[in-house]
């Protein structure tokens, strides 16, 4: 496929439960973001690697979220202990094959958690 | 630190009407500035782009102009139809990472 995919698109966690979540970028892309969409808000940033560097991770909200992307392709983005305010929409975006070229991303589908 | 604002919604128009979403920012420097679309059950995509000031970004039908003095990136289309029903983001790249900023998304609802 041509597109970002992430997986699993559906996620219902127990509160407390750790969770995590996949991305698979466009071939090449050098960068990727990870956003958190609250129900109707726009998407915020999480964080960004370029290649296999997490460049800035200034937007996770707590020690409890982790990302890594090893390979420099497929990223994840794990939660521990997961708490009822992590539910949202996640959204992963990879872009430019250099860098992001003045912004241009392209998003997944998203993966929406819900925590209860 | 930089933020963009957009109109709220939701903007409910007849087909064939004029649209005009507002969008408004702050940032320091020059970012590039971007309208995604939201698709009812579908991803983000991009609609139009400009990373320059007086840049004209257009696609599908609609524009907006990087207007630097302003501060604003208005989407336009001059005839609306049933299938751009969708929520709009306005954004902001910054220089630094290119990491997204993102308005809080506008509703439309375009009705026959």
């Known amino acids: 496929g041509a597109g970002v995919s992430q997986s699993p698109r559906y996620k219902v966690a127990k509160r407390g439960q750790d969770v995590a979540l996949r991305c698979d970028p466009i071939s090449g892309h050098v960068s990727l973001f990870w956003y958190q969409q609250a129900l109707g808000q726009g998407p915020e940033f999480l964080t960004y690697f370029q290649n296999e560097a997490q460049l800035d991770k200034s937007g996770l909200p707590s020690d409890r979220f982790f990302a890594e992307r090893p390979e420099g392709s497929v990223s994840t983005l794990k939660i521990q202990r997961t708490q009822q305010e992590d539910s949202a929409v996640y959204l992963c975006a990879s872009g430019g094959r250099v860098r992001a070229q003045g912004g241009e991303q392209y998003f997944g589908p998203g993966t929406r958690l819900t925590v209860t | ?112």
Not at chain 2, 24 to 49: D, I, N, R
Not at chain 2, 64 to 71: G, N, S, V
């Open chain 2, 1 to 112: 630190g930089n933020s963009v604002t957009q109109m709220e919604g939701p903007v409910t128009l007849s087909e064939e009407a004029f649209l005009t979403i507002n969008c408004t920012y702050t940032a320091t420097g020059y970012p590039s500035l971007f309208w995604y679309v939201q698709y009812p059950g579908e991803g983000l995509q991009l609609l139009l782009k400009a990373t320059k000031a007086d840049d004209k970004g257009s696609n599908k039908g609609f524009e907006a102009t990087y207007r630097k003095e302003t501060t604003s990136f208005h989407l336009e289309k001059g005839s609306v139809q049933v299938s751009d029903s969708a929520v709009y983001f306005c954004a902001l790249s910054d220089r630094g990472t290119d990491k997204l900023i993102f308005g809080t998304g506008t509703r439309l609802q375009v009705f026959p």
